[in-house]
């Protein structure tokens, strides 16, 4: 069952996601993550620039990131709390958590535009190590419980595992000559 079309039926808001499954929390964070901002009316281009990701194609539309296609949701192995007053994620506490950014994450770049749920969850962890924010702590910003039997460590909830880097770019430094050192 693909998540996009089927919860979408089911609510009209951000709802709080619980699940056991470990393996879905990534997906669930994109869900969520694209359900705040397509709330809030922001671009998808915020969180792919904020997130340093980007794709063979240019991202103009949230119908791009879909979570129906290659990586789904399995509806059934997650409860979904209706019940939501006084869940409130907010642009700040995002924006907060997204600060700076720029000067520490890698540029991650994929051909596949349907990976960018695990592209987006791997920096999310980066930027959590280094805050020292913990798996659990960052899915409560996305409105996430997780219920299953991993503890709450980046050893065990390891999202950037999903990911396999196929070549790594660089740029020399401007030191000056390798001879005058």
Known sequence: ?????????????????????????????GYQAKDIFIGKNI??????????????????????????GKHHIEVSRITIFNDND???????DIESFFEDTEFYLPNLRSRDIEDWPLL?????????ELK?????????LFSIIYTGPESNSWDTINW?????????????SDRGSIYDN
């Open 120 to 128: 987006l969850t791997s920096q999310i962890q980066r930027i959590c």
């Open 160 to 172: 950037k595992d999903s990911i396999v880097p196929v070549f790594l770019m660089v740029t020399i």
């Open 43 to 68: 671009d998808p281009s915020y969180i792919i620039t904020k997130a340093k990701i980007s794709f063979d194609q240019p991202v103009s539309s949230w119908d791009q990131l879909s979570l129906s």
């Open 86 to 92: 006084g869940v409130f994620t907010s642009m700040e």
């Open 132 to 140: 020292e924010i913990t798996p659990f702590q960052i899915l409560s």
């Open 1 to 29: 069952m693909a998540i996009d079309k089927n919860i979408d039926n089911i609510l009209g808001h951000q709802p709080i996601l619980s699940t056991p499954n470990a393996e879905q929390l990534q997906l669930l964070v």
